[in-house]
C-alpha cells in the first residue's frame, strides 16, 4: 500500500498526520472525520450503530472516529472494521521498521564517530610525528587500511591473537620511542587463540588511546603494556610512570577520571558493548593505569575459527 509507505517515511509530522487523514477519507469516504482522544491501544470499533467507526491511534498517528460511510450513503460493516484493522497492523509495521532503521543509522554514526577518534586520529599524529618520509608514508597507508576497515566492519569472522597483538606492538612502540617514551611489553604465549572482529578492533582501540593519553597528557617517561590470557577472554593494562623525570608535573586528564573528553569515555562504551567492562585508576606517585577485560568473542555467534601455529606475542 504506497499510502502506508508515504505516511511511515514522512518525515514531518504534520505532514504524516495529514497523509494518515487522506488515507481513511480515500478508504471510507465519511462526511466529517474528526480527532478521536481515546487511550492507545483501543481496538477498531463500529459505533453510534454503524454510523460512526472509531479508529485508535497508531503512535505518532492520532486516532479518528469517521462519521457516515460514502458520503452518508452507507453504514459502517464489519468488513470496514476488519479493513481498518488491516490499515493499521500495516502502518505499525512500517512506522516500526523506520524507527528501527533510524536507530540503526545513529548507531551506526557513532560507531564510526569512536573509531575515526580512536584509530585514525592516532595515526595521523603519529605519522605527522615521523622524520623518516618512508616511515610517514607507511602510518599513511596504514590509516587508509584503518579507514577501510570503519566504513566495512562487520563483525563476523576471526583474527588470531597473535597477529593482532604483533601489529599493534610494532605500530605503538614506535610511536612511543617517537615521544621519547620507554615501553615495557613482555611477551605471552597465546597458541591459536583467535578473536572475534568486534572484539579485535576493541582490543586495538583500547591501546592506541591508552598509549596516545599517556603519551600526549602523563608527562611519563616510561609505559608498561600487560597483556594476560584468561579462562574465557583477555585482561591487557597500560600503565605510566606520571611526571617520571620528564620535567613537567604530573597532568589531571579529564577522560582518565570520567569527567569529561571522549576519548576514554568511547573506550568504556566499546569495551562494555562486547560485554567487557574497564577501569580507571591513579596509583600514589606512579601515575595511570587503564585495565580493560574482554572476552574472545563478542557475545555474539561467530563463525567457526581455523587453527594457524603457536606465536608469542
Known sequence: MRAADAIALARDRDRQQALWRELLVAEFAPLSVEVALEVPGVDVTIEEDGAALLVPSTP?????????????RSLFSPEDQRKARDIIAILKQLIEGRQAFEAGMHE???RI???????VGLRLTSALSQIEA???DDLIRETFTDIRRILTQGQGGSLPLAEVV???RGELVDYLEIHGIACTWPLVETGDLRLSAGV???LRSFLRESLHNAARHSGADRVSVDLQV????????VSDSGSGGRGRAP???PSLIGEGGHGLRNLRLRISDIGGQMTISRRSGQGFRIEAEMPFSARRPEPASTVVPKRAV
Open 113 to 119: 564517530a569512536r573509531d575515526v577518534h580512536d584509530n
Open 108 to 110: 551506526e554514526r557513532e
Open 230 to 237: 584468561l579462562e574465557d577472554g583477555l585482561r591487557v593494562a
Open 200 to 202: 579485535a578492533h576493541a
Open 60 to 72: 505518532p498517528l492520532p486516532g479518528f472516529r469517521l462519521r457516515w460511510k460514502d458520503q452518508g
Open 134 to 136: 618512508s616511515h610517514k
Open 166 to 168: 604483533a601489529d599493534l
Open 251 to 253: 597532568v589531571r586528564i
